[in-house]
């Protein structure tokens, strides 16, 4: 005789197959592809990396304000977003003095965002900001 619980497993895997539910692996695709809310993490600014103790990052809000951290200054400012089309507007930033290598960090990824013409997200998760040749100037991580 069968366990009620073997007769109800192979109706619930089924249910979720159907409601389009697979096993998870570990490079499980978000759903979430939206540029807005929580805090985007730089992993690569024009393809030359980023360091990942500054932590170089971008918020975007549903009405187009930005702001976030440069390595060494605070940011703000807004963007144009229409679709996957996306154009930051003037940025302002606090004024503070780190070293050489942070202020080159940050004013490389300031000067990418002014290439940036369009944005996307990978199944995986992670931010493309792509400039209007397509190519990605930095590419980011969700952190939150």
């Known amino acids: 005789m ?3 619980a073997s007769l109800f497993l192979p109706g619930l895997v089924l249910a979720a197959l159907a409601a389009g539910a697979g096993p998870a692996t570990a490079g499980d695709i978000r759903s979430d592809n939206r ?3 929580g805090t985007w993490l730089a992993e690569d600014i024009q393809s030359r990396g980023a360091m990942d103790y500054l932590q170089t990052t971008l918020q975007v809000t549903s ?3 930005v702001s976030g951290f440069g390595g060494c200054n605070r940011y ?3 963007a144009e977003i229409d679709g996957d089309k ?3 507007g003037a940025l302002g930033a606090t004024r503070m003095a780190c070293p ?4 080159d960090q940050e004013s ?4 990418a965002l002014e290439l940036v013409r ?3 997200v990978e199944p995986t998760g992670l931010l493309h900001l792509l400039d209007e040749d397509g190519v990605t100037v930095v590419r980011f991580s969700r952190q939150s």
Not at 108 to 111: T, Y
């Open 35 to 37: 540029i807005e809310g």
């Open 100 to 103: 050489a290598a942070v202020m």
């Open 118 to 120: 369009r944005w996307r």
């Open 86 to 88: 996306i154009r930051f």
């Open 63 to 65: 009405g187009g304000g």
């Open 108 to 111: 490389r990824f300031l000067a």
């Open 76 to 78: 703000f400012g807004d």
């Open 2 to 4: 069968r366990s009620p």
